[in-house]
């Protein structure tokens, strides 16, 4: 059971709108930790999408955009492509657990 | 180029040891922390392991205090994780990662680390 929970699967069309949800709680996302997105194509290493709850690294496209609030964070994708099927990831940090980096337990999108 | 090259995976017998390096090249390698962070087959990411730029400071996933031990070499640009005491568990892919600030970027392409008689 991982400490942030996200939906472990999602689909869209292409051209739609998805959006990934990211739950923690008040030792992690609820405590002002940061939240940073990653997404892993199929037989690759992750790859930074968003750093800091809402910036995109160079090179990643603006249809990539995230979001946080209270103890959750969101990824948002629109326009959806057929690249953009992948494993997403969200991450952040514990303070119940010491020293202790925290990934959700990923979210599978498929593109129709 | 920024780039991080993993190796020294493999097959290992349950409490037996492996040692895996990273070299890294294309930036700074002594400005950052560096981490490992693991997968097991179908599973999701799990963060082992941090060191800092000096190597004065490190922490651990729970699940590997004692076992781990993260290191590094600045003088070689390298970052390594001494694995004992293996378990089935510990079977995944190992990446090494900067870790900046509070973020991974970059990684590396991994190493399969199989533990099993």
């Known amino acids: 059971q991982s400490v942030l929970t996200q939906p472990p699967s999602l689909s869209g069309a292409p051209g739609q709108r998805v959006t990934i949800s990211c739950t923690g709680s008040?030792?992690?996302?609820?405590?002002?930790?940061?939240v940073h997105w990653y997404h892993q194509l199929p037989g690759t290493a992750p790859k930074l999408l968003i750093y800091?709850?809402?910036n995109r690294p160079s090179g990643v496209p603006d249809r990539f955009s995230g979001s946080k609030s209270g103890t959750s964070a969101s990824l948002a994708i629109t326009g959806l492509q057929a690249e953009d099927e992948a494993d997403y990831y969200c991450q952040s940090y514990d303070s119940s657990l010491s020293g202790s980096v925290v990934f959700g337990g990923g979210t599978k999108l498929t593109v129709l | 180029e920024v780039q991080l090259v993993e190796s020294g995976g493999g097959l290992v017998q349950p409490g037996g040891s492996l040692r895996l390096s990273c070299a890294a090249s294309g930036f700074t390698f002594s400005s950052y922390w560096m981490s490992w962070v693991r997968q097991a087959p179908g599973k999701g990411l799990e963060w082992v392991a941090n060191i800092k730029q000096d190597g004065s400071d490190k922490y651990y996933v729970d699940s590997v205090k004692g076992r781990f031990t993260i290191s590094r070499d600045n003088a070689k640009n390298s970052l390594y994780l001494q694995m004992n005491s293996l378990r089935a568990e510990d079977t995944a892919v190992y990446y090494c990662a900067a870790f900046m600030v509070n973020w991974f970027d970059p990684w590396g392409q991994g190493t399969l680390v199989t533990v099993s008689s």
């Open positions: 008040s030792s992690n996302i609820g405590a002002g930790y940061d």
């Open positions: 800091d709850n809402t």
